[in-house]
């Protein structure tokens, strides 16, 4: 099965920056779109960033101009820039992976998740 390991959560200040990192591996195909999603108490699961292999990305509406996705497809990983993080962002953070072509089953892949706090 496809791995993926998150790294680079943590506590941060109101207005701070943290930078989250996530490698794939085991991977018997390429590896399609990644992205970030997150998880707050009492809240769905809700999508922050995803870039496809050719590096075109999107971000939730919350986050334009705060957060920044980029990929090393070399390295099989992802990562997140995120700036000016507010205690709004505090949530658990989850890589996703899919796996290229979109036929081959199972073809969606989760991490285990990485906690970021912003304290006001």
């Known amino acids: 099965q496809v791995q993926l390991v998150e790294s680079g959560g943590g506590l941060v200040q109101d207005g701070g920056s943290l930078r989250l990192s996530c490698a794939a591996s085991?991977?018997?195909?390429?590896?399609?779109?990644m992205g970030w999603y997150r998880q707050a108490p009492g809240k769905q699961r809700e999508r922050v960033a995803t870039?496809?292999?050719?590096?075109?990305?999107n971000y939730a509406d919350s986050v334009k101009g705060r957060f920044a996705i980029s990929r090393d497809n070399y390295k099989n990983t992802v990562y997140l820039q995120m700036n000016s993080l507010t205690p709004e962002d505090t949530a658990v953070y989850y890589c996703?992976?899919?796996?290229?072509?979109?036929?081959?089953?199972?073809?969606?892949?989760w991490g285990q998740g990485t906690q970021v706090t912003v304290s006001s």
């Open positions: 996703n992976a899919r796996i290229l072509p979109m036929t081959v089953q199972p073809n969606d892949f």
């Open positions: 085991g991977s018997r195909f390429s590896i399609g779109t």
């Open positions: 870039i496809t292999s050719g590096g075109f990305t």
